[in-house]
């Protein structure tokens, strides 16, 4: 199964991307965030990496590419509801950041998940229950990106969730009421949360 590949931008378009890997072009479909991302190293001709993910059907190989692993993570999400295929889950991605898709979860915003073209009432609604509660993973996943390693301190989670748009007195009101002690960085993550979600 590929996960991910190194290597040179052959071609770019807005959902459509081939890379050149040591000699071996791979084509891999994208949303227009992940191209957007990856213009300017196409411009420069910079190597770069995408985060990857294969489909394997009886009638078909489908390979899709994702400048981030928050975007990839969504996108595996998504596929996993009734009735949203790759397609659908690549539209949403185009049109909503991973960022702002999950704020749209977190808000239950069905009009603004209605304005991605093909969804409707129904399939909105449907996507909104089924995919309750994922706002939090993507917080724990964006957090831990961040921060880049376990051996952390509260300094690192709390600007990590300030910079995600939570309210810095609330931050240090709940990080104050955690036990650290041998806590990872999702651990100390999804327990802030748990407190910040009842503020």
């Known amino acids: 199964m590929i996960v991910g590949l190194r290597g040179y931008i052959e071609n770019l378009e807005a959902t459509f991307l081939e890379i050149n890997v040591r000699g071996v072009i ?8 992940t191209s957007t991302k990856l213009a300017i190293a196409k411009e420069n001709g910079e190597e770069v990496y995408v985060f990857c ?7 078909n190989h489908l390979l899709f590419g994702f400048a981030d692993k928050i975007e990839r993570i969504s996108f595996e999400r998504l596929i996993k509801v009734n009735g949203v295929g790759p397609k659908v889950a690549l539209t949403i991605l185009s049109t909503y950041t991973p960022q702002s898709f999950a704020d749209i979860l977190q808000n239950k915003d069905i009009k603004a998940l209605q304005r991605v073209p093909g969804i409707g009432a129904k399939s909105a609604g449907k996507i909104m229950v089924d995919l309750a509660g994922f706002f939090d993973e993507l917080i724990v996943e964006k957090v831990s990106t961040l921060v880049q390693n376990d051996r952390t301190n509260t300094k690192d989670v709390f600007f990590a969730l300030e910079s995600l748009g939570f309210k810095s007195t609330d931050i240090s009101n709940v990080l104050g009421n955690i036990k650290l002690d041998n806590m990872s960085i999702t651990q100390i993550t999804k327990e802030a949360l748990k407190l910040l979600a009842k503020k």
């Not at 791979?26 to 965030?33: E, P, Q, T």
């Not at 993910?53 to 009638?59: M, T, W």
């Open 26 to 33: 791979y084509g891999l479909g994208i949303s227009m965030n």
């Open 53 to 59: 993910l294969q489909i394997i059907r009886e009638d």
